[in-house]
T-cell receptor
């Protein structure tokens, strides 16, 4: 158990809908990273938040957004969903981007868009 | 552009044998190279990591070998066991504006047969 929690575990929704994925980092970790895992693209970095502020963006679609709250949990919002958005979404947390680099992954949310 | 290339895609090893997975990177700014292990239905778990100032790091049955001039690194699993059957990902990162986002290889599915 990495100490990172994600909810829900599974999500099934229809095209055009909007969903919110939630992540709680390990106690004391200030950074949250979001990754998407799909069969064709593999594991890809989406976005990072550090202590409530956006720190870096990767291959994140404009339909996707995220935020980190004062209690450090983070939410990834996916809107206008398309079939191709079906994937596993992981969050990972780390202590501090200027310190230890180890990232610990949560169990993921499996999103299925029908 | 695939910045981290991983091979092989799949690997079958007999119990007690040595499993070897190779990765090559392009970006010379990368300065931290972790390996992750992922079981079906689980999130990636950090296995072992290395920085380019050392050529080898060993933790138990797992060893990373690093060749900076060739821009290559590899994971060796000694005395492979059926419980090691999983997908292994190499990754790389560098310190850019305080973000340590991971760039992953495509993964290697390891099967250890009794």
């Amino acid at each position: 158990d990495s100490g990172v929690t994600q909810t829900p575990k599974h999500l099934i929704t229809a095209t055009g809908q909007r969903v919110t994925l939630r992540c709680s980092p390990r106690s004391g970790d200030l950074s949250v990273y979001w990754y998407q895992q799909s069969l064709d693209q593999g594991l890809q970095f989406l976005i990072q938040y550090y202590n409530g502020e956006e720190r870096a963006k990767g291959n994140i679609l404009e339909r996707f957004s995220a935020q980190q709250f004062p209690d450090l949990h983070s939410e990834l919002n996916l809107s206008s969903l398309e079939l191709g958005d079906s994937a596993l979404y992981f969050c990972a947390s780390s202590v501090d981007p200027r310190g230890q680099r180890e990232q610990y992954f949560g169990p993921g949310t499996r999103l299925t868009v029908t | 552009q695939q910045q981290v290339k991983q091979s092989p895609q799949s690997l079958i090893v007999q119990k007690g044998g040595i499993s070897i997975i190779n990765c090559a990177y392009e970006n010379t700014a990368f300065d931290y190279f972790p390996w992750y292990q992922q079981f079906p239905g689980k999130g990636p778990a950090l296995l072992i990591a290395i920085r380019p100032d050392v050529s080898e790091k060993k933790e138990g049955r797992f060893t990373i070998s690093f060749n900076k001039s060739a821009k290559q690194f590899s994971l060796h699993i000694m005395d492979s066991q059926p419980g090691d059957s999983a997908t292994y990902f190499c990754a790389a990162t560098f310190s850019g504006a305080g973000s340590y986002q991971l760039t992953f290889g495509k993964g290697t599915k390891l099967s250890v047969i009794p």
